[in-house]
């Protein structure tokens, strides 16, 4: 088979991907065909921060709708809850997803005290529209987003239904009735790290009047044709972060919702979540499909030829699974004390999730450095000058590495912001958090690049090339960071007497390492640098943590372990 043959099967293979890409974003966008989305629109608050909000919506006419304000959780955003947005929307209800103050492209600093002033700059919105019934209102939150909302709807009889995910029912909610009717469910997973359903039972039990003793889950009472309706729903599949986009969640809000306003008629009976879902997987494949299927192009279009490799580090007494175990090890003996070391910078920062991001990633960072002196120190090579050799070609492949590595990332991110980040978790920052992402990008970019100096530069020049061991490597990789992340943070959970960072990142973290494994290996073959590599999953990654982390200092942030 000669080379034109070959290139043509890769162009398809690029077309056929890139085809796949974009239908599933088209559809993705589209589904459910009868609901109206509009994005970004702004509202201020009495106290003068700007609110970002989505809404979604019938497409058919009318008067006197019924609105839902949905309000996300700590480390969240409004994209978080499109999902539940586009089912309430589905069911016939104007939806409000929103997100509070120093999230996502709000402004603002996080302050739990002002949370209440965001949601009602969201009714004040609503209350401007001649379309909607403002005095059947419907609130849905999320985690923290449940504690103001229960205050605003416990302060106003304008709300006729409170949906709280993950959050806590409080004592002395007002009582529904027929005349100002107020039904309340409350959901919850079983493997939630915050709340249990006995925590959920003392407020429902003032809320009916019913012992503790005597209540159960998923058992309605009271009902709604009297207003007082209110349920625990307890999920046996879930836990606290996932309830961001667990289809049963999703379900039980929107049946919950259509029952307490039983004049609304859905203008699709279908449910969405899992079809979304899986619209997301083929917006993946074809996405990340044409990427790595565009690598080896650009890298011949960009870099010409490619030169010898800038870090390749032999160490004919390492073995790949002696390297791999030594790695892990100096991850876990080391990490602790490289956190420690990296706490007084998190001090100085603000977005301080990203910061607490950064100092467990420099931990490994730090006992992967240690390695490699000791590794450095049998060869007689500085760790300096191992540090130094991925940047020591020559000038003009140095800038085409950045060249390339800044195009690659740009490619990635824009196909997981299509996907993703419009559709399940936000990854745009707002004006707010702007001046701090080249200081996040920097600290990112250095983590990845120790990252590859082992991952890559040494590790992987022990596989040859090819498919089945590029797997192979991505999988070392992926396994190294998740068992170091899976032990930090349990022992910090134990530490703690919590389990809430345990439970919020390792889901998350298992998608981003795996992303970052395959990509990084896949360019590094491509390019024989690690540079590019490091550029590309510094870029989604830095978007991603800044706009998911809240506009909070860090100092707040490290007395919020201590309360």
Not at 53 to 73: C, D, S, W, Y
Not at 130 to 144: A, E, H, N, Q, R
Not at 216 to 244: E, K, P, T
Not at 404 to 410: K, P
């Amino acid at each position: 088979m000669n080379r034109i043959d070959v290139d043509r099967k890769k162009i398809i293979l690029i077309c056929i991907f890139l085809a796949i890409f974009i239908l599933g974003t088209v559809f993705i966008f589209i589904i459910p065909f009868d609901v109206k989305a509009t994005y970004n629109k702004t509202v201020k608050t009495i106290d003068g921060e700007t609110i970002s909000f989505n809404v979604f919506e019938p497409k058919r006419t009318g008067v006197n709708k019924k609105a839902i304000i949905l309000g996300h959780g700590i480390m969240s955003n409004k994209e978080m809850l499109k999902g539940y947005a586009i089912e309430f929307a589905a069911a016939g209800f104007v939806a409000v997803p929103f997100d509070f103050r120093g999230h996502g492209l709000s402004t603002g600093e996080l302050n739990r005290d002002l949370l209440t002033n965001d949601i009602n700059a969201i009714v004040s919105y609503l209350y401007g529209r001649s379309d909607i019934d403002t005095s059947s209102l419907g609130y849905f939150g999320f985690s923290m987003g449940g504690g103001p909302g229960i205050e605003i709807v416990n302060g106003s009889t304008d709300f006729k239904c409170f949906i709280g995910a993950g959050t806590r029912l409080p004592n002395d909610v007002r009582k529904g009735n027929s005349t100002d009717p107020l039904n309340i469910l409350m959901i919850l997973g079983r493997y939630d790290e915050i709340i249990k359903p006995e925590d959920l039972k003392e407020g429902l039990s003032d809320y009916t009047g019913i012992p503790i003793a005597d209540l159960d889950v998923n058992r309605l009472y009271g009902s709604f044709q009297d207003g007082n309706a209110s349920m625990i729903y307890l999920d046996d599949n879930s836990n606290h972060v996932l309830g961001d986009w667990d289809p049963d969640f999703i379900r039980e809000a929107r049946n919950f919702a259509l029952n307490t306003f039983s004049d609304v008629r859905p203008i699709d009976e279908n449910f969405y979540a899992h079809t979304r879902l899986i619209i997301l997987f083929l917006q993946l494949f074809g996405g990340f499909g044409f990427f790595a299927l565009i690598v080896d192009p650009l890298s011949q279009l960009i870099l010409k030829t490619k030169e010898e490799e800038s870090f390749t580090f032999e160490t004919e007494d390492e073995t790949v699974i002696s390297l791999s175990g030594k790695t892990i090890a100096y991850s876990l003996i080391l990490g602790l004390p490289g956190i420690l070391i990296f706490v007084p910078i998190i001090l100085i920062l603000f977005l301080a999730t990203a910061g607490f991001i950064s100092a467990l990633l420099f931990g490994q960072a730090f006992g992967i450095l240690v390695l490699l002196w000791r590794i450095g120190k049998k060869k007689n090579t500085k760790l300096s000058e191992i540090i130094k050799k991925p940047f020591k070609t020559s000038r003009n492949n140095l800038i085409r590495q950045f060249l390339l590595g800044g195009i690659l990332a740009t490619l990635l991110t824009v196909i997981i912001y299509l996907s993703a980040g419009l559709n399940y978790i936000g990854m745009i920052p707002s004006i707010t958090k702007i001046p701090w992402i080249p200081l996040y990008f920097v600290i990112f970019f250095i983590i990845f690049m120790v990252f590859g100096l082992v991952f890559h530069g040494i590790l992987q020049n022990k596989f040859e090339k090819g498919v089945k061991p590029l797997v192979k490597v991505s999988l070392i990789i992926f396994g190294t960071l998740f068992l170091y992340m899976f032990t930090i943070l349990l022992i910090m959970a134990l530490i703690m007497g919590s389990f809430f960072y345990f439970g919020s990142f390792l889901p998350i973290a298992i998608p981003l390492f795996l992303l970052n494994a395959f990509i990084s290996t896949i360019v590094y073959e491509k390019t024989g640098n690690i540079i590019p590599g490091a550029l590309v999953n510094t870029l989604f990654f830095t978007l991603l943590i800044c706009t998911i982390s809240p506009y909070q200092s860090g100092i707040s942030f490290i007395f919020g372990f201590f309360h």
